[in-house]
């Protein structure tokens, strides 16, 4: 069963399982799954969803309805811009910026 409880920095919902930095910023809306990881300083907006084992790098910026999908990396200070998906087991460089509703899949 998950549990999620909310996030002391903004009051979006974390899986027990998942490690999200006290210094990152969860939207009320936004949610992070079990085994995924939040670095310090990263930003996920409203409708934000982290997957399994995914990451977001410190001072990533994750847009409003943006799907980081599972296993899925996001660099350093990388932003994703409203309604961006991440493909599972993909990699975006850091800080780089994905438009917004841009898919991002594997090569």
Do not use: C, S
Request: proline fraction near 7%; avoid cysteine; hydrophobic fraction near 45%.
């Amino acid at each position: 069963m998950l549990r999620y409880v909310q996030h002391p920095n903004g009051g979006g919902l974390v899986e027990r399982g998942a490690k999200v930095h006290p210094t990152a910023w969860v939207a009320p809306t936004a949610y992070v799954d079990p085994g995924a990881r939040v670095g310090a300083e990263a930003h996920l907006d409203d409708g934000a969803w982290v997957d399994r084992e995914a990451v977001v790098a410190a001072r990533a910026r994750i847009g409003k309805n943006t799907h980081v999908g599972p296993g899925a990396v996001v660099g350093r200070g990388a932003r994703l811009r409203d309604g961006a998906k991440v493909a599972g087991d993909v990699r975006v460089p850091d800080f780089a910026v994905v438009g917004p509703d841009a898919f991002i899949h594997a090569a």
